[in-house]
Nanobody
Framework: QLRLVESGGGLVQPGGSLRLSCAAT????????IGWFRQAPGKEREGISV????????DYTDSVKGRFTVSRDNAKDTVYLQMSSLKPEDTATYYC?????????????????????WGQGTQVTVSS
């Protein structure tokens, strides 16, 4: 089964930083547009960032703009989410997923049905 694996979560104080990583277990990420999502307890899953396969195009939801940066190293077949100025409301399980179409314009953060190969997620807790 094609699946992505997230890592890098943990407990961090407000204002701190974390870098999440996303890798694949049985396929290459190089050709895929990759999205980052998160889900807090009692809330719906939220799309927060997406990066094109070549890394030249990115998009962010408003709540993380200026604080989070998505990037990728195709030589290492890994996608990253650098999170800075973390807030308690960023506490959630974070997931990466592969967009199911080569058309980046269709990889819309508000439509998680466009994405697949979901991982198990990594927990991020922002608390003092």
């Amino acid at each position: 089964q094609l699946r992505l694996v997230e890592s890098g979560g943990g407990l961090v104080q407000p204002g701190g930083s974390l870098r999440l990583s996303c890798a694949a277990t049985s396929f290459t990420l190089k050709l895929a547009h990759i999205g980052w999502f998160r889900q807090a307890p009692g809330k719906e899953r939220e799309g927060i960032s997406v990066i094109s396969s070549g890394g030249s195009t990115t998009d962010y939801t408003d709540s993380v703009k200026g604080r989070f940066t998505v990037s990728r190293d195709n030589a290492k077949d890994t996608v990253y989410l650098q999170m800075s100025s973390l807030k308690p409301e960023d506490t959630a399980t974070y997931y990466c997923a592969a967009c199911g179409t080569p058309q980046f314009a269709r990889c819309v953060l508000s439509d998680d049905n466009a994405f697949g190969s979901w991982g198990q997620g990594t927990q991020v807790t922002v608390s003092s």
